[in-house]
């Protein structure tokens, strides 16, 4: 690719149409090889137009960049590489991405999940049961990406648009014909997806999460409605939406989709129903109620949110053309979502599970399944959990709350504590037990509050593990370092026997 044909097409304020090759696109300077296109953009942390020279000294060929004075700059002193201003540097950077990658996006039918929780699980299920009519499928999401049958680790739920179109290309290349990803609301907010052609669009709930980045809730909202809105693409041709949520009702009203569908279990709510609900630890059964007819799910999955999941799924795959009878075949086929109610097994009648519950509600539903299933047998229910630093603090005491309201027992230690005192997190989560009378143990070292929890608990108990789920690492102020809840709870569980 000519960068002087390239940036032609771009939506440019001014430029200057060196002649140069292009091998790739980058948006880190640390990144940029030979023949690479740099996108300098202003972030929050820093602004990628300080990097400008050092992505020169890199080998770029050609410079976009967001900021009028690093243009006149380059003018000035760089000549010989081309360059271009624009208004928005994360537009730019998919346009050029696409248009450098061969618009892969164009190749691949994309369905999109959104919301607060539950994005991983229903974009990891849609991708099972589109394996298991044999389409090859691209996932990008929070614990893995998927390149048909290659696995990658996921540095971010939703990458830059340069990544994503990496990934899709990757995936057009092994002749995927399917993308399903999760789009986080930092994403739909920053516009890490502009440009991708949403075909479903799938909203599972919105609750409280992110404060600290979207500053209210209709902020969050908003950013969130930004994919059944098309970002710099057309509106998504089907949209699917949660009826039983508050805010998925808004969307319901707003949706200007060709095709809407609306799934629930509240009985006056969606056009696509479970019924029949019946909740095991392992297993979950429904009936799928749907105008095209009625069909039993059973899924390995646990708990009621899981339901909800399934059935966002399973709206999905309808979508995108799967019959009744291979939706039943591909959600019974669906294995374990790592870290998603994840059983550690154990030899000694106690039921220990990692769950990545980081939010007020998602633990209040945690709380709720765990208190069904020791019901019966008049087992104890052990909430473990702790809160995320450098995130929204506003979460923490609901946090507490939540785990002292539903619990016999509290543990609460660190979750990932970043750059912030862990015991300055512990405090303010406290604040949210404390207004609950369930007694509760501190101990910030989450490997011993572990085994503090494990050993609390007798037969017939479940000890809850929240917060980290799938993560194998710990992030704190002095550095990361391996961390793995299901290893850790393993040893424990060996060591007691
Ligand atoms: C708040 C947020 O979303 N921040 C992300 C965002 O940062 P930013 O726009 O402020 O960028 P910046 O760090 O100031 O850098 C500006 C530019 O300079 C460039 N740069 C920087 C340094 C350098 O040496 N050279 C260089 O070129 C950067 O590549 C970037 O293009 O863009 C960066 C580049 O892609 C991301 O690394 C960064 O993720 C941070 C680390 C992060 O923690 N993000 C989280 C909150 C996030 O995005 N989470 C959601 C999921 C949430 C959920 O699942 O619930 C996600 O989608 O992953
Ligand atoms: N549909 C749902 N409704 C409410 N809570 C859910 C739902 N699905 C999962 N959860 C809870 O939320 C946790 C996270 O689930 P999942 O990873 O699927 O969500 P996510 O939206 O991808 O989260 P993140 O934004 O952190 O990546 C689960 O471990 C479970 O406790
Ligand atoms: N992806 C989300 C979830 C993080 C979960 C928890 N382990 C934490 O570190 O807060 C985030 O970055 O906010
Ligand atoms: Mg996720």
Known sequence: MNWESLCKGLNAVDRFCASAELSGVQYDSRQVRHGDVFVAMRGEATDGNRYIEAAIGAGASAVVTDSREAYEKLRREHAQVGAAVVERGRRALAEVSSEVM???????ALS????????????????TMLRSVGRTCVLIGTIETHV??????????????????EIFENGVRVGATEAVMEMSSHALEQERVWGLPVDVAMFTNLTQDHLDYHGTMENYFAAKARLFEGVGAPLPRVAVINSDDPYGKRL????????????????????YRAEEITLHAGETRFIFKTPKG????RSSLTGRVNVYNLLAASCAALARGLTLEEIVAGAASGAQVPGRFEVVPASNNLTVVVDY??????LRNLISLARELVKERGGKVITLFGCGGDRDKTKRPRMGRAAGEGSDLVVLTSDNPRSEDPMTIIEEALAGVRETETKCIVER???EAIGLAIRAARAGDIVLLAGKGHEKIQILRDGTVPFDDVAVAAGVLKEIG
């Open 102 to 108: 061969g618009h892969p996006e164009r190749d691949l």
């Open 112 to 127: 999109a999940v959104t919301g607060t929780n539950g994005k991983t699980t229903t974009a990891f299920l849609l991708e």
């Open 148 to 165: 048909g049958d290659e696995m990658r680790v996921s540095p971010h739920t939703t990458p830059e648009s340069r990544d994503v179109l």
């Open 252 to 271: 319901i009203v707003g949706s200007q989709a060709s095709q809407l569908m609306t799934y629930g279990l509240e009985p006056s709510s969606g056009d």
């Open 294 to 297: 009625d069909v039993p799910i």
């Open 357 to 362: 519950a980081h939010t007020d509600d998602a």
């Open 445 to 447: 070292d989450r490997a």
